[in-house]
């Protein structure tokens, strides 16, 4: 079996499984958020249990809509609060402690081996530390909440193989928008994608999260990386308190995809389809409105880091407005003490609290008709930051900075070069 099968066999108490089976799996922690909690609440009242399965693996984070955007968004909140103190559900993270992906991580729900189930579509991120994790429907949760288990069909593995060293600013989200044009976003639905290889193997645990982050874009149920000595260390564990799966030798794969990671160049999607992906070069020029560096993709502090470094002693063009969401408190009060807050004030950005915020169109910068902007977050698709006629391209916190700096799309390399 490989690492995806053997899990799910752990998690349905069989020996095996085999591709397409549909297996009753038990939950190793549900999480929910503020836009997709309060529809999982009403759908458990529904199912008429009056106690959830188990209070201590509900994970509930106030994140999209944080602080409140709106008398609607406060009142989603307050039904998450109360739900938690009816039901006795101690792990809520209220609003500004950060993206709930970033919090699952940070907390320590996450550990090799686990099956986590998350209403919301990237909570596909945990793969990155050997979890099977896969995004669920509210109505889902809610059974999840009721139960304790939920019924999965077994994806097929797509393994893909990535070889080579990165040149200077280019970086995991460029190798992912990269695979994804490559892939195409109906390229992978319901497979499990396996990374393999030198370049995934020298990645650091935030870069492994941006990879497996974006898997659903190409329409995948699951990504996942083989746990070793980087998630031990980021998840502070031993391998005698971690549950280490590995792929046979002979596991089977439909098929196996090679990636040359060394000549690779800055990426960006270009609107309205996330697998638009070209060059930076070839789409230099194209004047933005706005850029934004954050979200569950790219939030962590090595993304603050490397924004930083293009930003120091630079000014934010006069026209171009630059946000900056650190996605976690934990991260918000590292980049504090590391003065990268300082970096990206002096350089003329927004910094704000930890939020989704404007990566799902939610607030802190909505886009009018016709505005360009350039995120480091992972959907580009009409509507999604605003108006349906603003225009959004994907790129990493490297492209981002410098487009931020020029005023329009930048490979931040020909920044450098200045």
Known sequence: MNLTEKILARASGKEKVTPRE???????????????????????????????????????????????????????????????????????????????????????YVAPGKLIVGADSHTCMYGALGAFATGIGSTEAAAVFATGSIWLKVPEAIKISVEGSFKKFVTPKDLILFIIGKMGADGAIYKSIEFYGSTIHSMSADGRMTLCNMVVEMGAKNGIIEPDEITLKYLNLNLKQAEFFKSDENASYEKIVEVDASGMEPQVSCPHSV??????????????????????????????????????????????????????REVYLQALREGLLETFIKAGAVVCNPTCGPCLGGHLGILAPNEVCISTSNRNFIGRMGSTKAYVYLASPATVAASAVKGKITDPRELEAE
């Not at 060059?279 to 020029?285: L, P, T, W, Y």
């Not at 850029?291 to 293009?310: H, K, M, P, V, Y």
Request: glycine share 6%; net charge negative.
């Open 22 to 108: 549909i297996v009753e799996a038990k939950v190793d922690v549900v999480m929910v958020n503020d836009l997709t909690g309060p529809l999982a609440v009403e759908a458990f009242r529904k199912i008429g249990v009056p106690h959830v399965w188990d209070s201590r693996r509900i994970v509930i984070v106030l994140d999209h809509l944080a602080p409140a955007s709106s008398e609607k968004a406060a009142e989603l909140h307050k039904i998450m609060r109360k739900f938690a103190e009816e039901q006795k559900i101690e792990n809520l993270y209220d609003v500004g402690e950060g993206v709930c992906h970033q919090v699952m991580v940070e907390k320590g």
């Open 275 to 328: 697998d638009n992906v070209k060059n930076v070069r070839e789409v230099a020029g194209v004047e933005v409105d706005q850029a934004f560096i954050g979200s569950c993709t790219n939030g962590r502090i090595e993304d603050l880091r490397l924004a930083a470094q293009i930003l120091k002693n630079q000014k934010v063009k006069e026209g171009t407005r630059l946000l900056v969401i650190p996605a976690s």
